[in-house]
């Protein structure tokens, strides 16, 4: 039997409560509380999975009402809401209850597709997430027997449709749930055609469904001399060109992470954590539905846990390397950016005339694609110029 686990059930609850903007109380099918609820309705939720019924009571105050959670007409869980008046807590409970299902049946969707799709997701899941591979041998002579050559150069692209499953499954409601399920495989077999005939002439490209509207593409690259600082433009070009075939199709709702080019079994690996960061922060830091390189978003990433200062630097090195290597134009930056922007102040305490501050300030500019004059682009360089010096002195205490 479909089992909610608790990591599913804290990523069904994070989804429902944003799109509700209210609390949820989610139980499996033991009537096990998934998420910290604090109030005392396990009873309530254990009656609703064990009569498959609307269960609706008042506590202090409040009406709760637990309905049960099913996929493929089995009885999962239960799904909690609450609300000082009765019909908005039947109300809220309800809705709660078509969400999660629908997050529900994709997951589980998804696990099946693995099965169907088999070898060949699973060993990209493998060679990018696991650590059962251990070197690139290993990887190119798995790939080998199921038909994915490694020996060619590749980075990592993952791109998100918001709402894919949503939208599909609205407009097919009286399907029942095997079919909306074989419907839906055929419908991401033809996104996944849609986008090799966009890059016909690039064969070795593969494509995989993650989920949550997400896809990753190992993406071929076929330019001779490259390595991981000449490949940002062709990786770019390549991400609009994945942007520019869906888009076409699902207006306004594609967001494309592109990852860089590192060599080995251990740089799909990173390109692959490049491009779930550049996708996370991209939507999150510039605007959402377009195309992210991880250097486009490198200086925030320094707001992310989770990620090595090393990373951090490296990444935030990448994009300022040109300016650490002109001593003048770093002095200048750092001093400007610790004055306020203020080119008065930062021209006094640099001993300059205001307009060679200006014109210094300009190359800097032209030398790294950012405007330290510029509010968004200064606080990316700033945020670079702290990751740096934190990993110098980490690097000096050792």
Known sequence: MIQINKELGLDILEKVEKVLSKKVYLYNADAKYLNQGGVKIDVMALHAIQEDAEVTEKKDGYFYTCVPLKYEERVIGAVCA???????????????????????????????????????????KEILTGSRIKTTEEAIDQGDIIGINLRFKYAVMVFKIKDLYEDYISKRKKLTPEAARTKFLEHLKEIENMLLCAFEDEIQNCIVYIGGGKFVMLKEIKEENINTINSVKVLKKSGNRIYKALNEKFSDKVSVGVGQYY?????????????????????????????????????????????????????????????????????????????????TEAAKKLHLHRNTLIYRLNKVKNLIGLDPTRFHDALQIKLGLMVHAEQEAAVGVN
């Open 82 to 124: 609450g609300d000082r008046k009765k019909e908005k807590a039947q109300e809220f409970a309800n809705l709660a209850k078509g969400l999660a299902e629908a997050l529900l049946y994709e997951e589980f969707l998804v696990r099946n597709i693995y099965i169907a799709n088999d070898l060949r997701s699973d060993f990209i």
């Open 263 to 343: 060599p080995g079994l251990a740089g799909l690996r990173k390109s692959f954590e490049d491009a779930n960061i550049a996708l996370k922060l991209g939507e999150k830091v510039i605007r959402p539905e377009r195309v992210y390189h991880i250097l486009d978003v490198a200086m925030f990433v320094g707001l992310l846990s989770g990620i090595s200062n090393s990373r951090k630097n490296e990444l935030s090195f990448q994009v300022l390397q040109k300016l650490y290597n002109d001593k003048d134009l770093l002095k200048t930056t750092s001093m400007f950016l610790e004055s306020g922007m203020n080119l």
